[in-house]
């Protein structure tokens, strides 16, 4: 077997970064638990603060250092992102029981085929956790034991087999191992920095003097006993919760932590190969006063998607065109992003030339955005009537972002001027909203029809159209197409019964693209 462990060694400091804005973020941060820090960032590394100073120490060395209380649920949330992120890549994925928990472990032995081996899998698994935003130490092993102790110690690391993984723990620190922790200064005092030191010691000896469960994990480390473990099981649905360090009082605010979800809800998503159709973000707000109702401090959002999707960009873009329409009672102090409507189906294929499908994901995430914008019903398409009657052949529908286009008629493309390919222009792609009377006149003896000024040429007709008896606006027709002297088709036509009092009978309907 050959196990990928994931160890995040800045996971709680990066949980509580994520709560915090983009700018708050870069600014020195510590997280403190009993009064002592934790663990720093570089910025405040840089000021001089380390972990196991006291609280007064650090905040007299650095005073505009940010801290954050050590959360232990705010930390598991994290880390079962990567768990779900390190799922589609095999479904034998771990959460290593250390105290606390900060390792993930992957068996990815029949993964490595299907990925173009290990290199190219552990690129590919780098990418997918990106998003989360976390520092990473990546190591191959044979155990999932071995892989998970040196994960600890070193950032990159491969072991292609047993031997290999045996070499490794050998240079291994002894307080790797849960009883070298516990026992770390009788360790030193015999002169036990190694593992490799530990193995040379007898084996009874040290049950003796520390108990059997250092013999239990040194042996599971270098495969000497078998080490079975309980796969992750995704939950039926997505439910994350981000508590907010400082209120969000503005949009921006509110989108960091956002995205933070929605990396978490992609990573669940990716974990069983679906893409999700709608989705919730939940904000609960400052409370005004003791007297507020309960629920009156909490607004939700709901997001409807056209077309399944899980790419994190396109919802971040939905999400910030909602929000930027909806006006908060108060400021936000906890987010809570909740997802079961999905869709399971297969990935899209990568193209290399466009397809008619990829012009329509394009054409179905604008309808999307302008939706997300606007509102549904601002949004809307020219749909076809069944009527002969051009002003009512065609009526405004709600755009429906998953309806394929139809594709243009060949007849409403053609440049040719001859009267035998002019005689295909059925109907033009302009309408005028009113149809506008066209005058005739004498020239040189014969009568004809004018249109701005120049005479028209009819190059094809009658199209008689006869209708709309049902709804009291009948109408009686001639249609004609002609021509301007400078080629332009233009579509006219002549009332059959002209109005009572109407000199003119003649009419301009629309223009040919």
């Given amino acids: 077997m050959l196990w990928i462990a994931i160890h995040l060694p800045l996971l709680s400091l990066e949980s509580f970064a994520a709560t915090l804005s983009l700018d708050a973020a870069a600014q020195p941060l510590a997280l403190i638990d009993a009064q002592a820090i934790l663990a720093v960032n570089a910025p405040a590394r840089a000021l001089g603060v380390k972990p196991g100073f006291k609280r007064a120490t650090a905040l007299a060395l650095a005073p505009q250092l940010t801290l954050g209380l050590a959360d232990l649920v705010r930390d598991a949330q994290a880390l079962t992102a990567v768990a779900h992120a390190a799922l589609a890549f095999t479904p034998m994925v771990v959460i290593q029981p250390d105290d606390p928990p900060h390792t993930v472990l992957l068996e990815v032995q029949a993964s490595l085929r299907y990925f173009g081996g290990l290199p190219a899998l552990q690129l590919r698994l780098k990418d997918a956790l990106a998003p989360l935003g976390h520092r990473l130490h990546i190591v191959s092993a044979s155990t999932p034991l071995g892989a998970a102790l040196l994960a600890r110690v070193q950032p990159d690391l491969d072991c292609a087999d047993q031997a290999a993984t045996n070499r490794a723990l050998a240079r291994a620190p002894v307080w790797l191992l849960g009883p070298g922790r516990a026992h770390w200064e009788a360790l030193q005092g015999m002169g036990l920095h190694t593992i490799d030191d530990l193995k040379r ?37 997505f439910d994350s919760r981000l508590e907010l360090f400082a209120r969000a009082d503005t949009t921006e605010q509110l989108m960091h932590g956002a995205a933070v979800l929605l990396a978490r809800l992609v990573a669940w998503l990716s974990a069983q190969h679906a893409f999700v159709r709608r989705f919730t973000l939940v904000m609960e707000h400052e409370k005004r006063s003791r007297h507020d109702a309960p629920g009156s401090g909490i607004t939700t959002l709901e997001v409807a998607l056209a077309e399944p999707s899980r790419d994190s960009a396109h919802l971040l873009v939905l999400l910030r065109e909602r929000l930027s329409q909806l006006q908060l009672p108060a400021p936000t102090l906890d987010l809570r992003l909740h997802a079961e409507d999905i869709a399971r189906r297969a990935a899209p294929n990568t193209e290399l030339f466009p397809t008619p499908a ?5 054409l179905t995430r604008l309808i999307e955005r302008l939706q997300a914008r606007l509102g549904r019903e601002q949004v809307q398409r020219l749909v076809p009537v069944r009527d002969h009657r051009p002003e009512h052949a ?3 529908r709600t755009a429906d972002a998953q309806m394929r286009p139809a594709r243009p008629r060949a007849t409403e493309q053609a440049t040719s001027h001859e009267g035998a390919n002019a005689a295909h222009l059925v109907r033009p792609v302009w309408l005028l909203q009113k149809p506008e009377p066209l005058p005739e006149r004498d020239v040189a003896g014969e009568r004809g029809l004018w249109c701005e000024g120049q005479p028209l040429l009819l190059l094809s007709g009658p199209e008689r159209i006869e209708s709309g008896w049902w709804d009291f606006e009948a109408v009686a027709r001639d249609y004609y197409i002609a021509q301007l002297p400078g080629g332009a088709l233009v579509w006219i036509f002549r009332e059959r019964v002209p109005a009572a009092g109407a000199n003119l009978s003649w009419f301009l309907q629309g223009r040919f693209g």
Avoid: I, Q
């Fill in 201 to 237: 010691v007898p084996r009874d000896g040290l049950a003796r003097r520390f108990g059997p469960v250092v013999l239990d994990e040194l042996d599971r480390a270098t495969g000497a006993r078998p080490d079975p473990r309980e796969p992750v099981t995704l939950p039926p649905t």
């Fill in 394 to 396: 065609t009526a405004w």
């Fill in 358 to 362: 990829a012009e329509h994901e394009g």
